[in-house]
């Protein structure tokens, strides 16, 4: 296992994390002459959201790891762990046709399958410095829900959502997109306490191995 401050790790969570960023800002400013283009729209994708935050937080973790409250950046580092799984797993699922529209194809890479796997693979192979309570760990699931319930009321008012799967029209009516939404509910449920586990079963075997010194 790897240590949060190990230099090499640093540099890796602030390299990447500036990627994340930068890919964003890049897809930013190739949309942003077009005639039709709403910033609105273009943040209100979970996609934009998750790799901006998952970004600024692997930038935080490299630059000053043993600042801030343990269990706090923890915490945040999971639920980024399973919003950006989220995001590669509905993309790969859901929505990766072969039509990537305006998207360029090294931001799609970047924003769909290197961050989602940076995520994943951080917190497998650094160590957590604190356990994620169980509890605490289905908080993760707030940040989905508040984002579902907005873009479908703001879709609803101005008819633009962000992914086909929550327009009635293109998943069979209103069923189609409670099925949907249901489905990905369990899933990230299900993700969260895994991801929670898998954290708190090496900050466990830490102790217990140094309990004999």
Do not use: C, K
């Not at 901006?52 to 490299?62: D, Q, Y």
């Not at 945040?76 to 929505?95: D, H, P």
């Amino acid at each position: 296992m790897l240590s949060s401050g190990a230099r090499v790790v640093r540099l890796a969570r602030m390299l990447l994390g500036t990627l994340a960023v930068v890919a964003i800002g890049r897809q930013f400013l190739a949309e942003v002459g077009l005639a039709d283009f709403s910033p609105v729209n273009f943040f209100s994708y979970f996609t934009i959201l998750s790799n901006i935050a998952a970004g600024l937080l692997l930038f935080r973790l490299g630059a000053a790891p043993g600042r801030g409250s343990r269990a706090v950046l923890e915490w945040l580092r999971g639920g980024m762990t399973v919003y950006m799984a989220t995001t590669g797993v509905v993309f790969a699922l859901l929505l990766d046709d072969g039509d990537l529209g305006l998207t360029l194809p090294w931001v799609n890479t970047v924003m769909h399958r290197v961050i989602p796997l940076v995520m994943l693979v951080d917190w497998l192979l650094v160590r957590p410095r604190a356990r994620v309570a169980y509890g605490r760990a289905v908080v993760w699931l707030t940040v989905p829900l508040v984002y579902v319930t907005y873009a479908l009321v703001r879709g609803a008012v101005t008819g633009w959502f962000p992914y086909p799967f929550l327009r009635p029209e293109m998943v069979g009516g209103v069923d189609g997109v409670l099925l949907h939404l249901i489905a990905m509910a369990v899933g990230v449920a299900a993700v969260s306490l895994l991801v929670a586990w898998l954290g708190n079963v090496r900050v466990r075997e830490r102790a217990e191995v140094a309990l004999p010194a």
